[in-house]
């Protein structure tokens, strides 16, 4: 095992599958020479070369285009967005047209490519460099969206989004690339998509999240614990396709449940996750389900007051967390 930071591990996953598998090429912003805003691909281009690591110009369509292309045409293409917040020019790219590839030429056509984006706020990143973009692909049929929270998930998520015949959408929250850290195995491995993890096992509250707020939900849940309740935490780790049976045997066995997103609430995931358990797990419930998320304002402010207002923090989710265990 080595200790990594999610940012390490990020980059010893790509490093790693264009090692194994010719086809796999990197393409964004600053990604060669400078090695990434983020250094995510720091040394790629003295080892790969420019044809496999790509700097491209600061437009966001053609780098998913170009990306669409080459996956369409047998490359496994990892496009990386420098911040979620400029990822909307490929949305036609990707929502429009990769997302459909696979159904509309019944199974003939895959799209095996990557689109990697930081997002997230907690950085002083302001208006423009602080947003949540989950909700807006997770509802998109035929994309798969990863949310990694640990240096473990991270590499073993993405090599396994790297070796996938659809798109996948992998958001980085970068407030962890540094700041979190873990063991990684130093032997091969992977972690499938579509599969959520019990980071804490409990007995009386599930909370179920995802992302930098996997990290506020242990903390929280331990503090919790102290006080004589017993906590669960879920960790999502894909929200598209969602692990409804991870979610709904928890919510069986606990009857309350609490969900944490970053993201603002409304049409949010944490509204897909809760519909998912008054559809399956009504009868279980000894409460009503609770979400913690961002408040309903456009984009989260740069002042570092309205920022901690706008965030989700340890101490937020423990009162939430103890207002759901009176009942």
Same mark, same amino acid.
């Given at each position: 095992?080595?200790v990594q930071t999610v940012i390490e591990a990020v980059?010893?996953?790509?490093?790693?599958?264009?090692?194994?598998?010719?086809?796999?090429?990197?393409?964004?912003?600053?990604?060669?020479?400078?090695?990434?805003?983020?250094?995510?691909?720091?040394?790629?281009?003295?080892?790969?070369?420019?044809?496999?690591?790509?700097?491209?110009?600061?437009?966001?369509?053609?780098?998913?285009?170009?990306?669409?292309?080459?996956?369409?045409?047998?490359?496994?293409?990892?496009?990386?967005?420098?911040?979620?917040?400029?990822?909307?020019?490929?949305?036609?790219?990707?929502?429009?047209?990769?997302?459909?590839?696979?159904?509309?030429?019944?199974?003939?056509?895959?799209?095996?490519?990557?689109?990697?984006a930081p997002q997230g706020g907690g950085v002083r990143?302001?208006?423009?460099?602080?947003?949540?973009?989950?909700?807006?692909?997770?509802? $998109?049929?035929?994309?798969?969206? &990863?949310?990694?929270? @640990?240096?473990?998930?991270?590499? =073993?998520?993405?090599? #396994? *989004? /790297?070796?996938?015949?659809?798109?996948?959408?992998?958001?980085?929250?970068?407030?962890?690339?540094?700041?979190?850290?873990?063991?990684?195995?130093?032997?091969?491995?992977?972690?499938?998509?579509?599969?959520?993890?019990?980071?804490?096992?409990?007995?009386?509250?599930?909370?179920?999240?995802?992302?930098?707020?996997?990290?506020?939900?242990?903390?929280?849940?331990?503090?919790?614990?102290?006080?004589?309740?017993?906590?669960?935490?879920?960790?999502?780790?894909?929200?598209?396709?969602?692990?409804?049976?991870?979610?709904?045997?928890?919510?069986?066995? $606990?009857?309350?449940?609490?969900? &944490?997103?970053?993201? @603002?609430?409304?049409?949010?995931? =944490?509204?897909?996750? #809760? *519909? /998912?358990?008054?559809?399956?797990?009504?009868?279980?419930?000894?409460?009503?389900?609770?979400?913690?998320?961002?408040?309903?304002?456009?984009?989260?402010?740069f002042s570092p007051t309205l920022e901690a207002a706008?965030?989700?923090?340890?101490?937020?989710?423990?009162?939430?967390?103890?207002?759901?265990?009176?009942?």
């Amino acid at each position: 095992m080595t200790v990594q930071t999610v940012i390490e591990a990020v980059r010893d996953g790509m490093q790693e599958e264009m090692r194994r598998d010719q086809s796999v090429f990197i393409m964004g912003e600053d990604i060669g020479a400078r090695g990434g805003v983020f250094l995510a691909t720091d040394g790629f281009v003295g080892e790969f070369g420019e044809d496999r690591v790509i700097d491209t110009p600061l437009a966001e369509s053609s780098i998913a285009g170009i990306a669409l292309g080459a996956a369409m045409n047998g490359m496994r293409p990892i496009a990386e967005i420098e911040f979620a917040d400029f990822i909307w020019p490929t949305v036609n790219q990707i929502v429009g047209e990769a997302a459909r590839a696979r159904y509309g030429t019944l199974g003939q056509m895959c799209v095996p490519m990557v689109l990697r984006a930081p997002q997230g706020g907690g950085v002083r990143g302001g208006l423009y460099h602080s947003q949540s973009v989950e909700a807006i692909f997770a509802h $998109t049929p035929g994309l798969k969206v &990863v949310t990694p929270s @640990t240096p473990y998930d991270a590499k =073993g998520l993405l090599k #396994s *989004a /790297i070796r996938d015949d659809d798109p996948v959408v992998f958001l980085e929250y970068k407030r962890t690339y540094r700041l979190v850290r873990g063991e990684v195995p130093d032997e091969e491995y992977t972690v499938p998509l579509g599969v959520a993890d019990v980071k804490l096992p409990g007995d009386d509250i599930t909370v179920i999240t995802y992302g930098l707020m996997v990290h506020h939900c242990i903390e929280a849940a331990r503090i919790i614990g102290n006080e004589g309740v017993s906590v669960e935490v879920i960790d999502l780790r894909t929200i598209r396709p969602l692990d409804n049976d991870v979610i709904l045997a928890s919510v069986e066995k $606990t009857g309350k449940v609490l969900i &944490v997103h970053e993201d @603002t609430k409304l049409l949010g995931v =944490g509204g897909e996750v #809760s *519909a /998912i358990i008054a559809e399956h797990a009504f009868d279980y419930l000894d409460a009503p389900i609770v979400r913690l998320a961002g408040p309903e304002i456009p984009a989260m402010p740069f002042s570092p007051t309205l920022e901690a207002a706008f965030l989700i923090d340890t101490e937020k989710v423990s009162a939430a967390i103890r207002n759901l265990a009176r009942y």
